[in-house]
C-alpha cells in the first residue's frame, strides 16, 4: 500500500519491507484484528503511533495530537476526515493535514501490510530536517501560530541551524510584512542580543518569544511596499541634512529614499547612525523615546543578521521616526521650565565646548555626572553636562551616565508610587540606553556629530529630570554600605530560586532587590545571576517593556561590570519585573507542550487508556 504525504516522510511500496533495517519498523498487529478494532496504538522506544482502518485503507499517524498531545486514538473518524474530541481540531486522514490551522499537522508514517501484518515505520524524520523547520516557521509566522512557531522554532535548533540564522529568517519576515518597524522586532533583536548569556533551553524561550511577537505584530497588516534609492550619490553631508529636513516637515517617502539612498551608497554604520540619530532628535524625546528605541534596535538586529540586509531592515524605522510626537508638544516640557528651550540654547554652545575639551580622554568621572543628572534644577544638570564636554567627555561616556542616573530612578521607584508610573522611569531608562549604544555606535568622528549626538542626551536628561518625583521618597538600595542581608540565603541556588519565588507572588519588588543585592554582594556568578532574571522574564506572558528592561539592564551592566554601579543596574531590573509578575504564562504552557510533543513523549496517558 502507497500513501503520499503532506508532512510525513516518503511512504514505502508495499513488497519493500524485507529490504528496510527491521529496526526502522514495529508490528501493529494483524489485519484481521485491526479491521474488527478499528484503530490500533502501538507504543515503544518511539512515538506512540495509531494504526486506522477506515474503508479499506490503513493509515499511521502519531497518536499524539499535534495540537495538546491529546491522544488522537478517542478521535473519531467520518468521511476520510480524524475528529480530536478536546478542541475539536479536523485532519485529513491520508495526509495528517489540518483543516484548523492552530492544532497544526499530525505527522504521519509509512504504513506497510505484508503476510496479513500491519507493520509501520516508527521514524517520522525528513531528509532534511533543516529545510521542514524553516518551512514550518514561515508558515507558524504567516499566520500567527505560537503551538507552529515553537515547534519549528524547537525542530531548527535541534537540527543545528544557527541561532542568528533563526533570528535572520524571523527579522526579514517582520520587515517585509507590516508596515514599519514594530514591537515584535524590537523584542526579538532584545531577546536575541542576550541569546549568549542564556542556557539552551532559555534560549528556544527566547526565540520562540521574538518569532511569536513577530508574528502578532504582523497579523492582519499590510505588507511593507519597497521604495528605491535615489539615483544620485549626493555627498554624506548632504543626506544627513536632507534625512533631517523630511524628518522636520514629516515626508516619509522622502526620509525612506534619501536614507536608502545613503545605503545604497555604501555609508558605514557608524555614518548611518549619525545621520539617523541626528534626524530622530529633530524632536526630543520623540514618542517618549520609543522611536529613538526602535532606531538603535534596528541597528543592533542589523549586527545580528548581517548587513547586507540594511536596505530591507533600516528604513522601516522611517515611518514612527518621522510621525512621531516630540516632547516639545508636551505641556510638562513647557512649563513652568521651558525644558526644550533650555535644551535648545546649549546645544549652540556645543560645537566651542566640544572644540575646547578636545584631546582630554582620560575621563572617569560617569557615576559622579550620573548624581548630577538626578538633580532637581534642570539648568543645573545642563551645566554639568557642559562642564563634561568642557573636560574632554565623550558623547558616548555621557550616554553611559544618563543610563545609569535613569537606572537609579528605576531603583529607586518609590513603592507608594501609582503602578502606571514605573513605565514612565522605565521609558527614560531604555531611550538612555538607547542613546548610548548609538553614541557608541557613532563614535567620536567629528564635532557636527557630536553637537547633534549630544541633544539625545540633553533630551534624555529633561525626561530623567521630570521624572524626579518618582524617587520622593526614594527606595532604599539593599547592599549600599557593605549591607549583607544575612538573613538571606547563602548559597547561589536558594538565593535563585528565593528570587523566582518572589517572581511567584505580586508586589514583591523590594525582597527581589534585596535577593539580587544578597547574590551580588557574596560574589556569586553574574552570569547565574542573569540568566535567572532571563528566566523571570521568558516564563512570563511578558509585556513588551519588561523585554526592554532586562535587555537594557543586561547591556548597561555589562558596561559597568561588578561595581555597586553594576549591582544599582542588576536591582532596577529585578524590581521592575517584581512589579509586573506573575503572569498567566500562557505562552510557556504552549512552548512547554510544542517542546514535549517534538520530544516524543507521551504527554496524557491517563487520558489515552480507555
Ligand atoms: S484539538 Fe486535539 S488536543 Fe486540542
Known amino acids: 500500500m502507497l500513501r503520499s504525504t503532506c508532512n510525513g516522510p516518503k511512504a514505502t511500496m508495499e513488497g519493500t519491507l524485507m529490504d528496510a533495517p527491521s529496526k526502522e519498523f514495529a508490528l501493529a498487529g494483524s489485519l484481521e484484528e485491526l479491521k474488527i478494532k478499528g484503530r490500533l496504538v502501538v507504543h515503544g522506544g518511539h512515538r506512540p503511533i495509531l494504526v486506522i482502518y477506515d474503508r479499506g485503507r490503513v493509515f499511521a499517524l502519531d497518536n ?39 492544532a497544526d499537522d499530525v505527522p504521519i508514517c509509512p504504513v506497510e501490510v505484508r503476510n496479513g501484518d500491519v507493520w509501520v515505520k516508527t521514524n517520522f524524520t525528513h531528509a532534511d530536517l533543516a529545510a521542514h523547520w524553516r518551512q514550518r516557521l514561515a508558515n507558524g509566522l504567516a499566520h500567527n501560530l505560537d503551538l507552529v512557531i515553537a515547534k519549528a522554532m524547537h525542530g531548527q535548533l535541534a537540527a543545528g541551524v544557527p541561532q542568528a540564522e533563526i533570528v535572520r529568517q524571523v527579522a526579514l519576515f517582520g520587515a517585509q510584512n507590516r508596515d514599519g518597524w514594530g514591537v515584535g522586532l524590537t523584542i526579538l533583536t532584545a531577546l536575541a542580543n542576550i541569546l549568549p548569556v542564556l542556557p539552551e533551553e532559555e534560549a528556544y524561550l527566547a526565540l520562540f518569544h521574538g518569532a511569536r511577537r513577530v508574528a502578532a505584530d504582523c497579523d492582519g497588516e499590510a505588507p511593507r511596499r519597497e521604495r528605491a ?148 534644577d534642570p539648568a543645573r544638570i545642563v551645566d554639568a553636562l557642559k562642564e563634561a564636554i568642557r573636560a574632554g567627555t565623550a558623547p558616548a561616556d555621557l550616554g553611559q551616565s544618563l543610563a545609569y542616573a535613569a537606572a537609579l530612578r528605576v531603583a529607586r521607584f518609590g513603592n507608594a508610587n501609582e503602578h502606571a508610573d514605573w513605565e514612565t522611569a522605565h521609558h527614560v531608562f531604555t531611550y538612555a540606553n538607547a542613546v548610548h549604544q548609538m553614541l557608541t555606535r557613532m563614535g567620536t568622528a567629528s564635532t557636527d556629530t557630536h553637537v547633534t549626538a549630544v541633544r539625545g542626551v540633553l533630551h534624555g536628561t529633561m525626561a530623567l529630570y521630570l521624572a524626579r518625583y518618582l524617587n520622593v521618597p526614594p527606595a532604599r538600595i539593599p547592599g549600599d554600605g557593605g549591607e549583607q542581608l544575612d538573613d538571606l540565603p547563602v548559597d547561589p541556588e536558594t538565593i535563585g530560586a528565593a528570587l523566582l519565588n518572589a517572581f511567584d507572588r505580586q508586589r514583591q519588588v523590594d525582597l527581589a532587590a534585596r535577593l539580587v543585592a544578597r547574590h551580588l554582594t557574596l560574589g556569586h556568578s553574574l552570569q547565574a545571576l542573569i540568566a535567572t532574571l532571563a528566566h523571570a522574564v521568558l516564563r512570563e506572558d511578558a509585556g513588551f517593556h519588561a523585554y526592554q528592561m532586562l535587555e537594557a539592564g543586561v547591556r548597561q551592566f555589562g558596561a559597568w561590570g561588578d561595581t555597586d554601579e553594576g549591582r544599582h543596574i542588576l536591582i532596577a531590573v529585578a524590581r521592575y519585573l517584581a512589579a509586573h509578575s506573575p503572569t498567566e504564562r500562557a505562552s510557556l504552557q504552549t512552548a512547554d507542550i510544542a517542546r514535549r510533543l517534538m520530544r516524543g513523549g507521551e504527554l496524557h496517558q491517563e487520558a489515552g487508556s480507555s
Not at 64 to 74: A, D, I, T
Not at 338 to 362: I, M, P
Open 229 to 376: 534609492p535615489l539615483g544620485s550619490r549626493p555627498d554624506p553631508a548632504a543626506l544627513k541634512r536632507w534625512l533631517r529636513r523630511w524628518t522636520n516637515v514629516r515626508h516619509r517617502e522622502a526620509a525612506e529614499r534619501t536614507l536608502l539612498t545613503a545605503i545604497a551608497a555604501g555609508f558605514a554604520p557608524a555614518e548611518l547612525a549619525d545621520a539617523l540619530f541626528a534626524a530622530e532628535t529633530e524632536r526630543a524625546f520623540a514618542d517618549t523615546g520609543h522611536s529613538l528605541d526602535f532606531i538603535n534596535k534596528a541597528f543592533e538586529c542589523l549586527d545580528l543578521i548581517g548587513w547586507q540586509h540594511a536596505a530591507a531592515l533600516l528604513p522601516t524605522v522611517i515611518g514612527q521616526m518621522v510621525a512621531a510626537r516630540g516632547a516639545e508638544e508636551s505641556t510638562a516640557w513647557r512649563q513652568p521650565v521651558d525644558l526644550v528651550a533650555l535644551c535648545k540654547e546649549s546645544t549652540s554652545e556645543l560645537a566651542d565646548l566640544f572644540a575646547a575639551g578636545r584631546g582630554s580622554r582620560d575621563w572617569s568621572g560617569h557615576a559622579a555626572l550620573a548624581q548630577e543628572l538626578l538633580g532637581d
Open 64 to 102: 499524539r495530537c499535534p495540537h495538546m498531545g491529546f491522544p488522537l486514538e478517542r478521535g473519531s473518524v467520518e468521511d476520510g476526515i480524524l475528529t480530536c474530541h478536546w478542541h475539536h481540531a479536523r485532519f485529513d486522514l491520508e495526509s495528517g493535514c489540518t483543516f484548523d490551522l492552530w
